[in-house]
Structure formats: C-alpha cells, structure tokens
C-alpha cells in the first residue's frame, strides 16, 4: 500500500497544508487499518530494555529491517528471554510511531526462530478444518453433569496424569477412572492417541475422555496439532474434553474437542463433581425433602382426621347409638308416666277398697257356707236342666230367625246403607245429598263412602 498526495498549483489561500502531526496521525490510520495482526521472522539487534519493562529492538533479514516494540504486559508472558542476534519469530500489528514518523511493529507474542514455517502451515490447517465445519460450536456434545467413569488418554510416566489423577481424587475420590496410555510427543505419537481415543470407544466404559499433556514448545505440541487426531476427537461417540497445557496459542486438538482447558489439572476440575458441593446439595435435598414429606404427612394426617370424624358421624353404628339412647330416654319417660299414673289409681282406690271390704258380704256369710255350697250344688244342676231346654228352644228359634234374618239378605249380595252422621238407614236416594258420607253394610264387613250425585231408579 502506498500512500500520495497532489498538490495543484494554487493562490496560498487554497491549499490544503497538512502538518507534520496530520500528517502522521493520518498515516498511522491508514497503517493501523490496513494490516490484521502478522507472523515475521527475523533476526534481533538494537534490543534495549529500559526500566519501563518494555522491549525495543529492530527485527531484520539480509535485505530489510524494521523497528518493534513489546510492552511489559506481553513481555512478562515470554517463555525465554531474548538477546541480540536470535532469530525469533512475533505476532505483531503493523503502526506507526507518531513522535518520530518511525513504521514500526507493535509485538504481541515472540517465539524462539524455526516455528515460523510449521506455525504458518498450522494456520492454513486450521482454517481449512474450520471451513469444513470440524470447529462448530453446534457439534460439540454436553459434558456429563455426573459421570459414572472418566477416561485420562496420556502420557502414563508425564506429570499430567499425576495432575489429573490428583485433582480428581481431591475432588470426587470415588469417580472411577481408566487411564488409556498414549505417547503424546514424536513421530508416532498422532497414532497412538488415535489408537486410544479407538479403544476408549470401542470399550464405551466411560462417559467422558480427557485428553492431556503438560506445555511444552511447538514442535513438542505437534501431535494435537495432526489433522488425524483432530478428526479422531469429532468422531468420538464419547465426548471429549482436552488439557494440553498450552495456553498461548489453542492447538487443533483443542479446537475440535467437545471442551478445552488451559491445563490438565483445570481439566479435571470440569469433569468431577466437587465431593463437598455435592454433600452440602444432599444436605439441602434431604432437608427439603424431610421438611416436604413431614408437611404432606401432617396435611395428611389432618385429611384422615377429618374424615374419621365424618365417617364416625354418618356410620351406622353411631347412628343405631343414637336411636338407642333417644328410645332409651322415651322408655325411661314412659315408664315415669306408666308409673305416675298407677299411682295416681292408687291412691284413688285405696280408700274404695277399704269401704268395700267393710261392707263386704263375706263377713256375714261366714257361717251359712255349708247351706250356700248345697244350694249351689241344686241351682247348678236346674240351671244345667234349664239351659239344656233353653238352648233346645233357642235352637228352634234360630232356626226360624235365621230365614228371616237380613243377614242372609245380605249373603245375597244386598247391603244395608246408613248416613255416617247419625246412623240413619237410607231407603231412598232423596234423603241424602251429594257429598254426604254414607256407610255400606255387607254380608262380611262394611265400606265407607263420599255421595258424588243421586239418580232416579229406572
């Protein structure tokens, strides 16, 4: 990009003068636009480092060089220090350092020469992956909130498993954890992490992976940066959580993985449950859970009361009780008033019992008892005599009443009516009105009747 300005031939009251500030305030602008944060190498020389904390210093090659800057907050995050005559590689953004109009690089990250090259090809890897949707975020898997069993793929010998394994038993001692070795540095190691991540699924024993080594450089770093690994992690059915212990720069295992972590140990963090939240939770649940069940049994509790009282108040025994007492206390007021009342005869009684037994005959019949018993004896067998032909004569008498008797009228299916009023016998239909009460006498039994109308014989 280069940068021009025409001036046109006119009066001094027309031109556009620019000051030196404009000027370069207006370049740096366009610097600082133009160019996205840059990959050099080079060579450094001219390193000075005052007591600001900053580093200053030209980065060249055979043919060109220009001046940089680092300022302490990146510097204090370097790996190793650098001297004059080190071939380094930086990240940096191209500016423009107004006071002295100088171009120079604002260094956001150095690294020790002979990366730059895998460093560039790593990017070009990563966007391609990326452009295939490898890196989706909507991909990636949920870690499990409590996993039954974890997996460590590792380094066996590598302080990052001891990390691993000392986190997790300081979290949650109990989780089970299976450890797949792998190597995680050399030629071979892309495979052998492959072949792990393999076997971990093929077994499916575990709910969640990690993935993990310690820091290291670039070149230490290369297995997570394989594009094999990376399509290895996708196609995980378990998912996988990275460690890798490299904070500066993501690597492509981390990238693909369902969950990176800065460090190994951080890792862990994610995938165990803290045994004290997960008691001091159970604590918690427990207590609601007794607060609730001790709330519903007494609302419970209250419920079957309240039904127990009504019940007992609508069953039958109760109210057979009830029944009981209300004809025990009739019985008891009966009896009272069956009681008064004899007394009440009593009471009337006795004095006419006692003048009864003064005037009595039996005291003046006392000694006439045997000519009483004769005279008995003699009235019983005339009055046997007498009523033997008294019943013979009443025999012949009935027998000739009975054939004129209305009686057998009546059996004849004839019927004596009479008003109810006064006993009168009707004989005819004008000595009643209608509405009057009449009653019919029949051979066996009598009906009572209302007189709706009278009508004429025919």
């Not at 450094?44 to 030209?58: K, M, Q, V």
């Not at 108040?313 to 109210?319: D, E, F, S």
């Amino acid at each position: 990009m280069t940068f021009s300005a025409t001036l046109i031939g006119a009066s001094d009251g027309s031109r556009d003068l620019y000051s030196v500030s404009r000027l370069t305030t207006e370049v740096r602008a366009v610097l600082d636009g133009s160019f996205p944060l840059l990959w050099v190498q080079g060579e450094i020389s001219n390193l000075a480092r005052p007591s600001s904390g900053h580093l200053y210093f030209t980065l060249k090659d055979a043919v060109a060089q220009v001046r940089c800057a680092m300022f302490k907050p990146k510097r204090i995050l370097l790996g190793f220090a650098p001297d004059n005559g080190q071939s380094v590689v930086v990240r940096a953004r191209v500016t423009l350092y107004e006071p002295r109009g100088d171009f120079q690089l604002v260094v956001e990250h150095m690294e020790p020469g002979g990366e730059g090259a895998l460093r560039l090809e790593l990017e070009r890897l990563k966007r391609r992956l990326a452009a295939e949707g490898l890196f989706d975020e909507t991909a990636k898997r949920p870690l499990p909130s409590y996993p039954r069993q974890v997996g460590l793929i590792s380094s066996p010998s590598g302080a990052a498993l001891r990390d691993l394994l000392a986190v997790l038993r300081r979290r949650f001692a109990a989780l089970p954890v299976i450890i797949y070795p792998a190597q995680v540095q050399g030629a071979t190691a892309p495979d052998s992490l492959c072949a792990a991540l393999a076997l971990a699924n093929a077994r499916a024993e575990c709910d969640v992976l990690i993935l993990a080594r310690g820091g290291g450089s670039l070149e230490d770093l290369g297995a997570f940066n394989d594009e094999r690994l990376a399509r290895a992690i996708r196609a995980s059915a378990i998912p996988v959580i990275t460690g890798i212990g490299h904070a500066i720069d993501l690597s492509i295992a981390d990238l693909a993985a369902d969950r990176s972590a800065p460090t190994p140990s951080a890792a862990a963090e994610l995938v165990a449950p803290s045994a004290e939240h997960l008691r001091q939770r159970v604590t918690v649940q427990r207590t609601r859970l007794l607060g609730s069940a001790s709330r519903r049994r007494h609302a419970l509790r209250q419920r079957l009361d309240g039904l127990g009282r009504q019940l007992m108040l609508l069953h039958p025994a109760t109210r057979l009780q009830q029944r009981a007492q209300r004809l025990d206390r009739l019985e008891q007021r009966l009896l009272g008033l069956l009681a008064g009342r004899l007394a009440r005869l009593h009471a009337r009684s006795s004095p006419l019992a006692a003048r009864l037994l003064r005037v009595s005959p039996m005291r003046r019949l006392g000694h006439p008892r045997e000519t009483l018993a004769m005279l008995e004896r003699r009235l019983a067998r005339a009055g046997a005599r007498l009523t033997e032909s008294r019943h013979e004569h009443l025999s012949r008498a009935a027998a000739g009443l009975e054939a004129l008797s209305p009686l057998a009228t009546l059996a004849r299916g004839y019927a004596i009516v009479t008003r109810l009023s006064d006993g009168a016998v009707l004989h005819a239909a004008e000595q009643v009105q209608p509405g009057t009460r009449i009653q019919a006498r029949l051979a066996r039994g009598a009906l009572r009747a209302v007189v709706e109308a009278t009508a004429d014989p025919d």
